[in-house]
């Protein structure tokens, strides 16, 4: 891992770009640290720099309870080489989501699990640098993000003891079978309205996850629309099962 | 409003029982109290004595956020009279649960609707004396209990500004219609393995429900096995809408 650059955003933050490889992420850690933080991964839908006002305000947010917070970008996302087969299953669905038609398992299956089989050695990859920053510690939670790849990431990756998850976007059927393998205390956030996402296929979601303790929390509201106090319960999530 | 009894529990609780006409209830105000504290009713199934030890924990709870707490008896439960009606229809549907049978609509009607009926004045009428005492302040917050009486207390009762529901019981369908004038926000609790409740029917009920700001926390478990962190989810859901 490269440090890229790093400065002081006020008292309490620090933010340092690095680059794992080609992947480049962002680090944001306690201004005055005392013990490692316990790290929560900040899941986005790709395009760090689009994304960097919301990830920036969940990071504020994650180190105002203790937390250290990064993430990286995704594969095809940002300035990162896109795979035409992705684009391609992408323009399907927009289409299909256009012209109000069902989208269809293939194309979901096309364009998500090849993203879940490159992020996730990528995410486990950079899990072992974060791991190695003296600020950072463990115990590590995972928020958000493409859910697919926040259910592969808890099946395999056992530093990742807790998660927050958003029941919000396209998910194969495959993912609701590897969802059973998951055990780690899920809280799972569903929009009730969300105009790009099937509501039965969100709680058959959370039903399949094998987790002794999962909590689903519905919110009224569209996709983007979770409410801020939803931020405070994550945290709260958190710091039950990280500390 | 006749006060039959005061002890102080400790530093923090008043423990008064109270009765109003013939129904019996309790009150719980803050041991060393400042301001008229926000009330928040305790609902239950009915049965104040054997309920008593789960509806004190409730009332520290609630106490400790800042609240005051009360809750009355429900018609038929405890010492009061039992309707004959009512009996038979408790009957048909522990009968039918026992056979594993479904339960039809009018068993649940004969059951709930004229509970709700008697039930709804009475709290209204506990409402009226309890913000009567110098301790207890407005706005005040609904917690638990039937939920078809908790729906009819949220459309009928302005006084109360928020409302915990538990979707946890048989749910006639004209409440289910009934739940669409309900405007206040709310927090549904839902356990997601519960023995004795339709899941289908509780995931159509928050659906229903006309309140802009709603939240469900479905939980792992069964019918009684609320994680004891919802309880302090509670409160802060109480604490953003009654201060």
Known sequence: MQFVSERRLD????????????VPGIL?????????APLILLGHPGGLRAMYPRLLARARH?????????????????????????????????RALAAGEPVDDGTVDRLVLPLVDQAVPEWRAALDALLAVPEVGGPVGLAGGVISIGVRLAVVEPRIRAAV??????????????????TIPLHVLLQWDDEGNDRQVALELFDAFGSREKTLHANTGGHTGVPHFE????NWFFARHLR
């Open 11 to 22: 008292d309490h933050v620090v933010e340092r770009a690095f680059t794992l490889g080609e």
């Open 165 to 182: 998850l958003f029941a919000g976007s396209h998910v194969p059927r495959s993912v609701l079978e590897e969802a059973r393998q998951v």
């Open 62 to 94: 994650a180190l105002a309870a203790g937390f250290a917070a990064a993430t990286i970008e995704l594969p095809g996302g940002g300035d990162r080489p896109r795979s035409a087969a992705a684009e391609e299953a992408r323009t399907d669905l927009h």
């Open 28 to 36: 944001w850690t306690p201004g005055d640290p005392a013990d490692p």
């Open 231 to 234: 931020g405070d319960a994550a």
